[in-house]
């Protein structure tokens, strides 16, 4: 019995202490954020002195379109994200159910590409969006964050139909249900949870997106990520502006985090009904 207490005051001690861990630097990037400009040498220093200075000045920074750059990442995001979405469900569902060579030969490009490190991608890919007329454009940003997605989606989801029962499929076959009709109608409905919560992943990170948005942008199409750099200028780093710029960018993934919470915890934890 003792050792037991001990494993579960041991267990939360630990998940105290990760948790402690991550939101250390998000504290202090919020404090940062509502310092005065002469503060932010001094943050923990400075009592109870706060301002909304640094959303201010960098709303109105010269050479940063923040409103246009928040537009475009949330749309792009949003976009990218539903079409790997109606991509890899198919890709998903086939993995998990086939056995075939095509369907092993699929895993194994998928897992290669989930091998290889991600900014080993980034290059080539901005020599074949030039190539084929897509750089700085809405649909070459895109086509290569739902590029990436695709092996991320149909890994995960491969997971979530296997825990999707046969019997069920089998038994609307049997009712005369085409494949594609178990598929619609039966196990994406019953994976639901899992998808919902790939796809808030999904689009979490490509709102965060920063390589694409440097490789396959320029200033005409502002993301949200790299309008940070902007505050990097020749006279110092304008800190509180770019803790402001840092604060912003996390609200909206806390907020869309903190609405479907429900469905990703379900979908995490897995869709297993057997």
């Known amino acids: 019995m003792r050792e037991r207490h001990g494993a579960r005051i ?28 002469q503060a932010v040498f001094y943050v923990l220093e400075a009592g109870l ?20 750059a928040f537009v475009n990442s949330a749309l792009i995001a949003t976009a990218s994200t539903l079409l790997s979405l109606f991509v890899t469900l198919p890709s998903g569902y086939m993995l998990a159910r086939y056995r075939t060579r095509l369907a092993r030969t699929w895993f194994f490009i998928i897992y290669l590409v989930r091998a290889v490190p991600y900014v080993s991608w ?6 074949l969006a030039q190539k084929l007329g897509l750089y700085d454009t809405y649909f070459g940003i895109i086509s290569a964050q739902a590029a990436f997605h695709v092996a991320f989606y149909s890994w995960i989801l491969k997971g979530f139909f296997e825990g999707v029962p046969h019997e069920v499929e089998e038994a609307a076959l049997l009712d ?26 999904g ?8 390589l694409i948005a440097l490789f396959l942008t320029t200033e005409s199409i502002p993301m949200f990520a790299k309008t940070v750099s902007a505050f990097i200028t020749e006279m110092g780093v304008e ?12 609200v909206p993934a806390v907020i869309v985090t903190a609405l ?4 990703i915890v379900a979908g995490l934890g897995g869709v297993h009904t057997k």
Do not use: H, Q
Request: proline content about 5%; glycine content about 8%; overall charge positive.
């Open 122 to 127: 980034v290059l080539p890919l901005f020599l």
């Open 49 to 68: 002195e706060f301002s909304i200075s640094n959303f201010t000045d960098a709303l109105n920074w010269r050479g940063v379109a923040i409103k246009e």
């Open 239 to 250: 800190w509180g502006r770019m803790a402001a710029t840092g604060v912003m960018a996390t």
């Open 176 to 201: 005369g249900c085409s494949r594609w009709g178990a598929f619609f109608r039966i196990a994406v409905p019953l994976a639901m949870p899992g998808v919902v919560a790939a796809g808030i992943l």
């Open 260 to 263: 479907c919470y429900r469905y």
């Open 10 to 37: 041991l267990r939360i001690s630990t998940i105290y202490m990760v948790a402690f861990g991550f939101l250390v630097p998000v504290l202090y990037l919020t404090l940062t954020a509502f310092r005065r400009p």
């Open 203 to 210: 689009w979490i990170w490509g709102w965060n997106e920063l």
